[in-house]
Structures are given as structure tokens and as C-alpha cells.
């Protein structure tokens, strides 16, 4: 029998021919159904980057000074500031800066080392002169920018960081000095969150040793809008009648200046300007409560200002009824704080309304500032009612209960408050609780009509019950009712509690 050989060489180059067939069958139909759209390539923005870039170089810039600033405020302390009050009395403190920056440039180039950026900080200068009327730290450099992955060139930014301090006034009234002075920063922005901790007081000492200064801390820092403060302290021993005075502050930012003038005279009190005859303007004048009930208690408040009638401190307030009189024959009012060291002084004092009758008096106020001028007056009404109509009790406390949907009940109360002669008072604050099936605290203010109502939660009850479900019962008690400038007569309440059941 004769074997017949196959040839699978042949066989092998057939089914690759089919299988490549198949495959551009299949190619052509699922090209011949799909449908080619646009496709845009995505990339990072360079201006993105550009403006991150130089908003970090603002950011190093000024911490760079605060360094500068802080270790010539370190050398300068070691001298007890009598020394070292500029960059060319110790240069040295630059290189902090320089550290700082050079950081900053290595690691701006680490994070964007796929841009090939070029970068590149000249005319770096920093200033720092505190002995003279004009106290400033500042920086300045330019920042050269290219970003190459982009094919953008030429960015060229100058940057500045300032801190400036100019002493605007300063005045003494035996150991109370107060300075006025005024702190902004680069292209004339004000610095509005000095925070007092950050500022640093020093004061000669009578009889003392040229350069023997006494460290003192505030009794208060008040901005006076406009990057205006007005810093007072307590100088017991101080020179006078001229206190020479240093001082050193630091902004939020870090950044250290400092008026410590080499002379000795550092900030000598400026002499009255002859030419001021205007004094404070009072504001806020309010009486608490108004109206007020006869023999009663009256607290009289104002603000006494001073900023910009003269910027000198508040030496005095006076208070007037219906007429006024000579300047400084009128009733005192005190300094809230206890003194009067402020160009601003917020003032008070009690007014004892015994014996007055039940009318209107206008209570006119004004202050006198540390040269001697009255200001003018401001003033307001008082009202004096007759006692009897200003006190007020409870006249009605009505309580119901409400089926609710399902098998839930709620409880209303309503609460009426009356004057003496049984008229409506509104405004009044009533306090209460509910109690039996339900609890809770309350608090609310009668209308118009003297009323206010009150809701407790709701409380499940199942008629199909039977008898073993009881009755619900819903109780309102008013706890105290209140209002500014009456009298709760607790002795005049017809009803101060209401309960009403279900079923």
C-alpha cells in the first residue's frame, strides 16, 4: 500500500493567510464605523507657573528681611540699642537674607526642573535705618524669568518688602506716656493687626547715666484707623518734663523696625502745636435703660475722640442735664479703663434718677483733651417714666391640647403680660418650662398684644388603648419674665401656671 505524505510546511502558510485576512476584515469593519474627532494635547499654562514663581519670590523676599531685620535687632539689644542701628553698622546681618534666598532659588529650581527655567535675582538691597525721623526696614530686588520649555522670555518683576514707622506725636502726664504713630508697609499699605505683644518699650530714667533706659510694657494699643495706633504705658521714674523714649515693634510679617536714634534723645515729647484750639469730638452717648423707671439707675456711656482734633490724649468728661454750663463745672464721667492716657477714651458713670419727675431730660457730654480744649457737646434724651407704669406682671397663662396626626398630642401655651393699669406690654422676655407628660425649657418675647405662645413636643397616645392609657397631662409654669427698664411685680400675677389634660 502506497502512503501518502502531507506537506504541513503548505498547511501552516494557509492558515496564516487566513488568519491575516480575517484580521483586515475585521480592521476595515471597525474603521468603517468609527468616526475620528479632534484630538487637543494638554499642557500646564506658563503663566500659571510665571505668577506662582514670583509670588513665592514676594514671599522669600520678605522673610529674607525678617531675618535681616531680627539680627540686627539681636546685635542691637546685645548694646542695649544704643548701637547698631543701621545695615553699614553691621553688615554681616545681610548674609541671613542671602541664605534665605539661595535656598528659595535651589529649591524653585528643583520643582520645576522639567521647565528649563532660566532664574536669576539681582540689585538684592536691603535697608534697615532706625535712628533717624524716617524708621524703615525694606528689601528690594529684581527677579529675571525665563521658562524655555515654553518659549517664554523676558520676565523681568521688581519686588519690594517695607516696613516704615513715623512717630506722629507723643504725650506725658506724670507716669502715663502715650505715642501715636503711624506703621506702614511697601507702596503705602497699611498695617492694620499690630498686635502688642510684638512691640517693645524702653524710657530713660531720671538722674540716669546717658543711654539708661528702663524696658516697660503697654496698658493699651488702640488703632486709630489709617494705620494710625496710640500706644500708652506707665513710666514711673521717667525724665521730665521731656521723656526720651525707644521703641522697637514687629509686624506679623517678622519683619523688625525700630526708632533708636544714636543721640540719645530717642523720641522726645513734640511740643504742643499752638495752633490747636479744637478739642475731642464725643460720640455714642447712650443711657441704659431708656426710658428708666423713676428711682432708678441710669448708666451714662460715651467715646471721647480725639484723632483728628489734635491726635493728643483725653484728659477729662463732664455730663450735663438740660443745660449747659461752664466747661469743667459739669459732672464728671470716668475712663472705662481706669485712665485717661488714650487719644480715644470710652467713658461711663451712673446717674441716680431718685427725686426726678416722669419726663424727658437731654444729657449733653462732652471732653477736654491734654491742652486744655473742650470739645463740643453731644447729647441725647432720657426718658423718666412714672414707677408705676413701668411695672409689669402676669395676667393670664391659658394652656390647650392639640391632636396631632396619628396618634401624637402637643400642648399650646399662651402667656399675657400687663402693666399697672392692665395695658399690653410688648418686648417682654418670658421664661418658662413645661412638665407632667411632656419637659422642656422655653424662652420668648411678647408681641403687640402682650402675648407669647409656647409648643411642647409630642407625646404618643393610642385611643384603642383602653382605659389603662390614662389622660396626658400638660403643664406650662412661668419661671420669670423681664424686660430693660421695667419691674417684674411678681405680687400682682393672677396666674403663673396652666394644665390641661387628654382625652
Known sequence: MKKIYRNKKGQFLVASAMLIAILFISVA???????????????????KDATQIVSNFRGALTLALADVSNELE?????????????????????????????????TIMQQYAGRSLNLSITNLNFECNWNNSGFYSQVSAILNLDIRSYGFYGLTQNVTSKLSLEILNSKQSGTNVAVVFKLLKENGLLVTDLDSSFIKILYALEGSIENNFNETDLSTLVYLGNGVYNASFSAPGCKQPRTSIKMILRDNRGIV????????????????????????ITMNVMCNPNPCPQESMVTLTATIDDTSTGANYIMSAEYFIDVCGENGSGTQLNALDGYFDSVIENVKVQIDTSGWSSENYTVYVHGMDSLGNWGNFSSIVLTVTDASYQKMHILDVDVR?????????????TVTVVDSQNKHVAGVKVYGHWSGSVSGNVYGWTGTNGKVTFYSEDVFYWRGGGWWWGKLTFTFTVDKIEKTGWIYDESKNVETSDTDYYP
Open 29 to 47: 469593519f471597525t474603521l468603517s464605523s468609527t468616526t475620528l474627532t479632534d484630538v487637543e494635547l494638554l499642557r500646564d499654562d506658563f503663566r
Open 401 to 413: 391640647t392639640i391632636p396631632h396626626h396619628w396618634f401624637y398630642i402637643y400642648g399650646i401655651a
Open 74 to 106: 539681636l546685635r542691637s539689644r546685645l548694646y542695649n540699642y544704643t548701637s547698631y542701628s543701621t545695615l553699614e553698622e553691621y553688615p554681616e546681618a545681610e548674609t541671613y537674607g542671602e541664605k534665605l534666598l539661595a535656598t528659595w532659588y535651589n
Open 257 to 280: 523696625v525700630a526708632a533708636i536714634p544714636e543721640n540719645g534723645t530717642l523720641i522726645s515729647e513734640l511740643p504742643s502745636d499752638p495752633t490747636d484750639q479744637t478739642g475731642p
